[in-house]
T-cell receptor, first 111, second 114 residues
């Protein structure tokens, strides 16, 4: 089976940096995804990691350590529009290569 | 851009009604998925399909069925709607899993069963 844990809620200040952690347990790891979901909208793809290390994409970066079953999403220069839920998802080979989602972290950016 | 379109944004149905939720994607993706999303429970997989006329149960298939008669269309059917099926329903599609191809989601259907 799969188990994915991430904090339920976080608050950060506009202009600051925030790190959202995700830990996972899965039998057939085959990639980790981060999605952003604004309230009432569909999740949208942010990042993908399959090898250890940091992937940077503008203000957003994602890190993976497969040996630790750990990932984080780093958001720099926070903007008010970054207030959203952030979903960590793991692709599992033993689970028909489907994505399994964590419950999401609701980030609130305050002025 | 890949588009996944769900036919209704909001839907209100009565207990016992048969409910159809439609999803269409325009990028010739093989894989399609139906999830429901509830506060505190995240996204839970109901059914998925890897090909026309093919379907597989996800984690919570009870009370639901699906139909995939054409590659671009994946329908979710609530045989007899119940109040515990009030939820946000999200459809997604993807090419065969490889590399960084994740899912593309539709805008969701918020279903209320009264």
């Amino acid at each position: 089976g799969q188990n994915i844990d991430q904090p339920t809620e976080m608050t950060a200040t506009e202009g600051a940096i925030v790190q959202i952690n995700c830990t996972y347990q899965t039998s057939g790891f085959n990639g980790l995804f981060w999605y952003q979901q604004h309230a009432g909208e569909a999740p949208t793809f942010l990042s993908y990691n399959v090898l250890d290390g940091l992937e940077e994409k503008g203000r957003f970066s994602s890190f993976l350590s497969r040996s630790k079953g750990y990932s984080y999403l780093l958001l720099k220069e926070l903007q008010m529009k970054d207030s959203a839920s952030y979903l960590c998802a793991v692709r599992d080979q033993t689970g028909a290569n489907n994505l399994f989602f964590g419950t999401g972290t609701r980030l609130t950016v305050i002025p | 851009d890949v588009k996944v379109t769900q036919s209704s944004r909001y839907l209100v149905k009565r207990t016992g009604e048969k409910v159809f939720l439609e999803c269409v994607q325009d990028m010739d993706h093989e894989n399609m998925f139906w999830y429901r999303q509830d506060p505190g429970l995240g996204l839970r997989l109901i059914y998925f399909s890897y090909d026309v006329k093919m379907k597989e149960k996800g984690d919570i298939p009870e009370g639901y069925s699906v139909s995939r008669e054409k590659k671009e269309r994946f329908s979710l059917i609530l045989e007899s709607a119940s109040t515990n099926q009030t939820s946000m329903y999200l459809c997604a599609s993807s090419p065969p899993p490889a590399g960084g191809h994740g899912y593309t989601f539709g805008s969701g259907t918020r279903l209320t069963v009264v």
